[in-house]
């Protein structure tokens, strides 16, 4: 069974700039969650997408958007690019079911975005 | 809120040596507890999770972790380091409802030979 895709794998953008970072969950899977990692602020969650609706949303101003196709696929956007956006943009899935057992996330190998 | 709390950022073993990283987190009611280990630009991988069936969890590579509710830890453990556990590793906990993972702060571990 494949694994989380992202892509791109690398990015280079400039301030101001908007971009568009895509994920592929595993198939089956239909919730999808993006984080941030960066060295000064660690791990930190920015939204979670389940049949195309936003069900959790982290603390990341409105610059931060994201959304979720009929088909699970997710991408996330940027817009007004800060250097302090910086970071390795990690997805995960899961199957997203609630309540009960654990539902564990499964995390793809990240999008590094540097901003110049 | 819940919080993670991971005692050490980095910790050096020998290579056969014991290793244990810590993961402490607050929360009123046990939640769902994971370990992940991040090696150089890779993503996470999971290591075990916790879900309420043994508190006594067994992972992968070696690895396990003991929940204990009454010291709200879930330190993680592995009999013998070898050179390929060098990595990042990161405690985190999830409530019942809601996808949201919170993250400790993340142990870097060096294992010297």
């Known amino acids: 069974k494949a694994g989380v895709t992202q892509t791109p794998r690398y990015l280079i953008k400039t301030r101001g700039q908007q971009v568009t970072l895509s994920c592929s969950p595993i198939?089956?899977?239909?919730?999808v969650s993006w984080y941030q990692q960066t060295p000064g602020q660690g791990l930190q969650f920015l939204f979670e997408?389940?049949?195309?609706?936003?069900?959790n949303k982290g603390n990341f101003p409105g610059r931060f958007s994201g959304r979720q196709f009929s088909n699970s696929r997710s991408e996330m956007n940027v817009s007004t690019l800060e250097l302090g956006d910086s970071a390795l943009y990690l997805c995960?899935?899961?199957?997203?079911?609630?309540?009960?057992?654990?539902?564990?996330?499964?995390f793809g190998p990240g999008t590094r975005l540097t901003v110049l | 809120a819940q919080s993670v709390t991971q005692l050490g950022s980095h910790v050096s073993v020998s290579e056969g040596a014991l290793v244990l990283l810590r993961c402490n987190y607050s929360?009123?009611?046990?939640?769902?507890l994971f370990w992940y280990v991040q090696y150089p630009n890779q993503g996470l991988q999971l290591l075990l999770k916790?879900?309420?069936?043994?508190?006594l969890v067994k992972g992968i590579n070696g690895f396990e972790a003991e929940f204990k509710k009454s010291e709200t830890s879930f330190h993680l453990t592995k009999p013998s380091a070898h050179m390929s556990d060098a990595a990042e590793y990161f405690c985190?906990?999830?409530?019942?409802?809601?996808?949201?993972?919170?993250f400790g702060g993340g142990t870097r571990v060096l294992v010297k030979p």
């Open positions: 198939s089956g899977h239909r919730s």
């Open positions: 929360s009123s009611v046990p939640p769902y």
């Open positions: 916790y879900t309420s069936a043994a508190t």
């Open positions: 995960a899935s899961s199957r997203g079911t609630s309540g009960g057992s654990a539902d564990t996330q499964y």
């Open positions: 985190a906990v999830r409530r019942a409802a809601g996808n949201k993972l919170t």
């Open positions: 997408y389940f049949s195309e609706t936003q069900r």
